[in-house]
């Protein structure tokens, strides 16, 4: 049999499949690699290659981007502090009514945090539309936005 060069899909199976041995499964038909057929081996490359996917996913989506202490806001009864991050523009195309994105933590007098964003609740918003009310409407709650708000009681965030 003559010898296949390995091109860069075939170094990409080989990595995927862990296998190097000239790669017979494509030309044998009744190649088996470790008592698994053609079909075995194609279905376990499918396999791995599905979780390499979603792994890679996995860390792109959750990954949480720090931000840079933008501004910090004392309740009226210096209880609580708001804190508010920025976080940086993205390096593509930009124009000039472009705010960076920010988040806000909500800490008590001594510095426990008592709510922030999570990997699945961001509730980021444009730092044009930061607009603090502390206990509007009576009630025990700090809008960060016009419509997004901290519950100080439960420490839920609701970002709109």
């Known amino acids: 049999m003559k010898a ?3 091109t860069g899909v075939f170094i990409i199976i080989e990595l995927i499949t862990g296998m190097s041995k000239n790669f017979d499964i494509f030309f044998n038909p009744n190649y088996q690699y470790r008592g698994m057929s053609k079909k075995g081996l194609v279905e376990m490359a499918k396999f791995k290659l599905f979780f390499v996917i979603i792994f890679t996913n996995l860390l792109v989506c959750c990954h949480h ?14 209880k609580y502090i708001l804190e508010v991050y ?6 593509g195309f930009r124009t000039h009514s472009d705010s960076p994105q920010a988040y806000v933590v909500l800490k008590d007098n001594e510095g426990h945090i ?4 999570s990997v699945f609740n961001r ?12 206990y509007k409407r009576q009630q025990n709650k700090v809008y ?17």
């Not at 981007?65 to 210096?78: C, I, R, V």
């Not at 920025?86 to 390096?91: D, F, K, M, P, T």
């Not at 008592?114 to 964003?117: D, G, T």
């Not at 918003?125 to 607009?131: A, E, P, R």
Request: charged letters at 20%.
């Open 4 to 6: 296949i060069p390995k």
């Open 65 to 78: 981007q720090k931000g840079t202490l933008y501004k910090t806001y004392n309740s009226p009864d210096n």
């Open 86 to 91: 920025q976080l940086e523009l993205s390096s």
């Open 114 to 117: 008592i709510a922030s964003p």
């Open 123 to 134: 509730c980021r918003f444009s730092l044009n539309d930061l607009s603090i009310e502390w």
């Open 144 to 160: 960060y936005t016009n419509i997004s708000y901290i519950d100080i009681e439960s420490g839920h965030m609701v970002g709109l």
